[in-house]
């Protein structure tokens, strides 16, 4: 791992620490006589304190392997994308069938070519969700917006 | 003793034994799904414990365990990916002799030698718990705040790229703990507005995040990559000539295994490489190593196997998690309304002897099966990339859902799954986050009753021997790893 690594690395939890220890005065303050000076965001700030120590030594920590990071493939970049589409169709037209699609859409997405294959797969993994957590639970699954959107 | 009958007679009940037949199938299964680990696999499952009684939900996640830990070994040698990081060292040897037509002797070798390795350390397990359990029985707060930050400063050694980026993942969990309504004061931290977050964030849609949608982005940037099954013969039971070959190999290892997994952090992955080694050094035919020694197998094998019920003695006798998987197992535990720790070998023994009993269960279980059906199991772990990894992302997505019914948590998923990767990426680890989130609220409740007890003076420490010998430890354990890399370096130079 470079040293660049370890920077940013340690650049993102010093900053994650200085932003969230800043965040810690905006708690509400309780009489001292009821924390007894263990007030909510005593414990918050030591741990934050010791990230912040703990960043400064991994910045200053020497480089142990030169290569750089390998390029995230794009892939990586459209697979996370498909998580908030997923969200987007739970709302649209509901958990069950947004499953489905996921399952398709990221199936051709990732290279699958066999309609056949794919359907199927597809169509039995949504089931199986349906039977377990549908049908057996009896968990509600979220419905869509869009069918009552276009009913209205 | 009448409470571990009592245990084994929970397997009589036939709901039991489904719950331990349905949580060995599962982990087997998934556990042999390459780049599924046995931690993704409980985080995954985690979810249907939620219905369950908590002795059912024990029993499911004791079983779940041993098999997934199995099922990494069947890919190992088959396809020479493991479907577990422990079973890495199996592939040194298994996938050279499944190259040579002896995947079926591989295969048996590696369900006796994990069958053995298992039941040794649940025998251990049943013994050195309940004294553990009883030596931290009489552990007030301030020993178990020192215990909790031993446990914590553990977490330095464990896996990734540095033992400093290991605490910062590791404080980074404790951080989390801390969300939701502050129980002393009642003060709203960290929450954003958001009534979520008001109770804390929820153990399950974190684990489901890092493990197994993180896990699917790195498998986005590893696709491609083609498997090739290795032809199995009929899986079969070791023939004397190779149990004499192996058994001071699989004792030795059963042993080393044990006693890894009991040291908190050190988990089977360490074992078996360590029970390689050690397989190799005692071995007659050290040059048979690499080019498919059946020793080989069965050494890592135990190790592995046995690491599991090692693992499981800190976790139930004082509370905490030596590793990744066996703090999903207590935050699964946490979320039933069970805090394992001490306490619990007095207030609720059916439900420790119920991990005993399915654990044992599970190992003799996953050797019946994994001599039966491991032509089935190799078949799933070719199941293609394309067809594996959207249904994890829906199952992951419907496990982030079902405890509570609540789409904020699939969001909390995806968001963690985003910041796996990146720690991943950039060489933390993701276990040491799971254990600080786990520990988290533990350390700071017995902080603030210690800090109470010594009316506010810090130094109250040092007047609690137990308390003083395990902040030294933590102490130690802390310094020791960067004295060890400047002298590592100081002699390179």
Same mark, same amino acid.
């Given at each position: 791992m470079s040293r660049s690594a370890n920077l940013v690395g340690a650049t993102t939890a010093a900053a994650a620490a200085v932003v969230l220890f800043a965040l810690t005065f905006t708690f509400e303050q309780m009489p001292e006589g009821l924390t007894q000076g263990l007030g909510a965001e005593l414990f918050p700030r030591l741990v934050l304190g010791a990230i912040l120590v703990l960043s400064i030594l991994l910045a200053m920590s020497p480089e142990q392997d030169a290569e750089p990071l390998p390029q995230v493939p794009p892939l990586v970049y459209a697979s996370a994308a498909s998580f908030a589409v997923f969200m987007a169709l739970v709302w649209a037209i509901g958990m069950l069938a947004a499953m489905f699609a996921y399952l398709l859409g990221m199936g051709l997405l990732w290279g699958e070519r066999r309609p056949v294959v794919l359907l199927a797969s597809s169509g039995l993994v949504t089931l199986a969700v349906w039977a377990v957590f549908a049908h057996t639970f009896r968990i509600p699954l979220p419905h869509g917006h869009l069918l009552a959107v276009a009913a209205f | 003793?009448?409470?571990?009958?009592?245990?084994?007679?929970?397997?009589?009940?036939?709901?039991?034994?489904?719950?331990? %037949? /349905?949580?060995?199938?599962? *982990?087997?299964?998934?556990?042999?799904?390459?780049?599924?680990?046995?931690?993704?696999?409980?985080?995954?499952?985690?979810?249907?414990? +939620?219905?369950?009684?908590?002795?059912?939900?024990?029993?499911?996640?004791?079983? $779940?365990?041993?098999? &997934?830990?199995?099922? *990494?070994?069947?890919?190992?040698?088959?396809?020479?990916?493991?479907?577990?990081?422990?079973?890495?060292?199996?592939?040194?040897?298994?996938?050279?002799?499944?190259?040579?037509?002896?995947?079926?002797? &591989? $295969? *048996?070798?590696?369900?006796?030698?994990?069958?053995?390795?298992?039941?040794?350390?649940?025998? +251990?397990?049943?013994?050195?718990?309940?004294?553990?359990?009883?030596?931290?029985?009489?552990?007030?707060?301030?020993?178990?705040?020192? %215990?909790?930050?031993?446990?914590?400063?553990?977490?330095?050694?464990?896996?990734? @790229?540095?033992?400093?980026?290991?605490?910062?993942?590791?404080?980074?969990?404790?951080?989390?703990?801390?969300?939701?309504?502050?129980?002393?004061?009642?003060?709203?931290?960290?929450?954003?507005?958001?009534?979520?977050?008001?109770?804390?964030?929820?153990?399950?849609?974190?684990?489901?995040?890092?493990?197994?949608?993180?896990?699917?982005?790195?498998?986005?940037?590893?696709?491609?990559?083609?498997?090739?099954?290795?032809?199995? @013969?009929? +899986?079969?039971?070791?023939?004397? /000539?190779?149990?004499?070959?192996?058994?001071?190999?699989?004792?030795?290892?059963?042993?080393?295994?044990?006693?890894?997994?009991?040291?908190? /952090?050190?988990?089977?992955?360490?074992?078996?490489?360590?029970?390689?080694?050690?397989?190799?050094?005692?071995?007659?035919?050290?040059?048979?190593?690499?080019?498919?020694?059946?020793?080989?197998?069965?050494?890592?094998? &135990? &190790?592995?196997?046995?690491?599991? *019920?090692?693992?499981?003695?800190?976790?139930?006798?004082?509370?905490?998690?030596g590793s990744a998987t066996t703090a999903i197992i207590l935050a699964g535990l946490i979320v039933q309304g069970v805090r394992p720790g001490p306490h619990l070998f007095n207030e609720q023994p059916q439900l420790l002897y119920a991990v005993f009993s399915s654990m044992l269960a599970a190992n003799l279980l996953y050797l019946v099966l994994g001599l039966a059906a491991a032509r089935l199991f190799a078949r799933i772990s070719l199941i293609p990339p394309p067809l594996l990894w959207p249904a994890v992302f829906v199952l992951s997505v419907i496990g982030a859902y079902a405890p509570n019914q609540s789409i904020d948590e699939v969001w909390i998923a995806i968001a963690f799954g985003g910041i796996g990767f990146l720690m991943r990426r950039y060489g933390f680890a993701l276990a040491p986050l799971v254990i600080g989130l786990v520990l988290g609220r533990l350390v700071e409740e017995t902080l603030k009753q210690s800090l109470l007890i010594f009316d506010q003076n810090w130094t109250g420490f040092l007047s609690r021997p137990i308390a003083l010998v395990l902040l030294a430890l933590t102490l130690a354990s802390l310094i020791a790893p960067q004295i060890y890399a400047l002298t590592r370096r100081r002699a390179r130079t």
């Open positions: - | 003793m009448d409470a571990f009958l009592g245990g084994l007679a929970l397997l009589l009940d036939p709901y039991i034994l489904l719950v331990v %037949l /349905a949580g060995t199938l599962l *982990g087997i299964t998934v556990g042999a799904l390459p780049g599924i680990s046995g931690s993704t696999t409980t985080a995954l499952l985690l979810p249907i414990t +939620v219905t369950m009684t908590p002795v059912a939900a024990i029993a499911f996640l004791g079983s $779940l365990y041993c098999a &997934a830990n199995f099922g *990494g070994s069947i890919t190992a040698i088959l396809v020479n990916a493991p479907g577990d990081p422990s079973a890495s060292a199996t592939t040194f040897d298994g996938y050279p002799m499944a190259a040579k037509g002896e995947a079926g002797r &591989a $295969l *048996g070798m590696s369900a006796v030698a994990s069958a053995i390795g298992g039941i040794f350390s649940v025998v +251990v397990l049943i013994i050195a718990a309940p004294l553990l359990a009883r030596v931290a029985y009489s552990f007030g707060p301030p020993e178990y705040f020192a %215990l909790a930050v031993f446990g914590l400063s553990m977490v330095a050694v464990t896996g990734g @790229d540095s033992a400093v980026k290991n605490l910062i993942a590791g404080c980074f969990g404790v951080m989390l703990a801390t969300v939701g309504i502050d129980l002393t004061t009642g003060v709203e931290r960290f929450t954003f507005g958001l009534y979520s977050f008001t109770d804390g964030i929820e153990f399950i849609p974190v684990l489901i995040g890092l493990f197994a949608l993180s896990e699917l982005l790195e498998q986005a940037a590893a696709l491609g990559r083609k498997a090739t099954i290795a032809k199995l @013969d009929a +899986v079969r039971l070791p023939s004397w /000539a190779d149990m004499r070959k192996c058994w001071k190999a699989i004792w030795l290892s059963s042993g080393l295994g044990t006693f890894i997994g009991i040291l908190p /952090a050190l988990g089977a992955t360490t074992a078996a490489m360590i029970a390689y080694v050690e397989t190799r050094r005692w071995s007659n035919e050290k040059d048979q190593f690499g080019k498919g020694a059946i020793e080989g197998v069965a050494g890592p094998e &135990a &190790a592995n196997n046995a690491a599991v *019920g090692g693992a499981m003695v800190p976790t139930l006798a004082l509370g905490i998690p």
